[in-house]
């Protein structure tokens, strides 16, 4: 069988693309890489971190956002532990609710209850 290497990037629906554009870049801290136009209108963006292990893209799609809205979609990896209490940190000094961190199912820390403008929830994790 051939193999896989990962995931090259996941894609979520929007209501908002600005801002969608506006939360991610500000709180996550992610980057655009790419505006994809259609018919003179951007329609969706590529996103990455700083250093290019998370491709993300947004997609203008109001309709499939409010269907995945407080559906928990998206887990990032964080690095360590240690990092997770630093995301805690950082986003309450943004002000952006979240639930806390609580303990994973194999004893790592997973930051639970971040939304994003549409409602999706993403998790952070640290094994």
Request: no cysteine.
């Amino acid at each position: 069988m051939p193999d896989l290497s990962g995931v090259h990037h996941v894609k979520l629906p929007v209501a908002d693309l600005d801002r969608s554009r506006r939360w991610y870049t500000s709180v996550l801290g992610l980057r655009v890489d790419i505006e994809f136009t259609e018919d003179g209108v951007v329609k969706g963006l590529a996103l990455s971190d700083a250093g290019g292990s998370l491709g993300l893209a947004l997609r203008h799609d109001p309709a499939r956002a409010a269907a995945v809205a407080g559906f928990d979609l998206l887990t990032l990896r964080v690095p360590t532990r240690d990092g997770v209490q630093q995301w805690r940190r950082r986003l309450d000094e943004l002000g952006q609710p979240h639930g806390g961190v609580l303990t994973g199912h194999r004893g790592g820390s997973v930051l639970v209850g971040l939304h994003d403008p549409d409602g999706i929830e993403i998790r952070l994790y640290a094994d």
